[in-house]
């Protein structure tokens, strides 16, 4: 029987695995459409949240510098995959509008990887699945 200490390096183990193909597939699709990782992942911010962001709020979401969110914004905007517009009540704050973006390449790499999770969940309970979901929600803010 494993103790929890022991359990928490396994996890930890398997998460260094599962962080480092995430990243390195990540990298993969975002070369295929002309981006880099990190703005790839920066757009991804920006549609999760769902709504319009401060070049700030961005940095935090992040965790970049501010120099470093400015460039990233400057080739999302480039690129067409983001606008900034200047806030109508306050002149001095400006707006980041992620764009939709809609391409194949991006579709299929991430359905197939769908498709992969899908096989995977089928081998678990829904409890188990619960389980999971709550552990990692747990765990995403962990820096």
Do not use: C
């Amino acid at each position: 029987m494993s103790t929890r200490k022991q359990l928490g390096e396994q996890i930890a183990g398997v998460m260094q695995e599962v962080i480092a193909s995430a990243v390195l597939t990540n990298e993969r699709i975002a070369r295929s459409i002309g981006l880099n990782v990190v703005d790839f992942q920066t757009y991804g911010v920006l549609v999760r949240q769902g709504e319009p962001m401060t070049p700030g709020q961005v940095a935090r979401s992040t965790e970049l510098p501010s120099s470093t969110t400015t460039r990233v914004l400057d080739r999302l905007e480039a690129k067409g995959l983001v606008e900034r517009r200047p806030d109508p009540a306050d002149r001095r704050k400006t707006w980041v509008h992620a764009i939709p973006f809609d391409d194949q390449r991006v579709m299929e790499a991430y359905g197939e990887i769908l498709r992969q999770m899908d096989a995977v969940h089928a081998g678990f309970t829904v409890a188990e699945l619960q389980t999971v979901l709550r552990y990692l929600d747990a765990i995403k803010n962990v820096r």
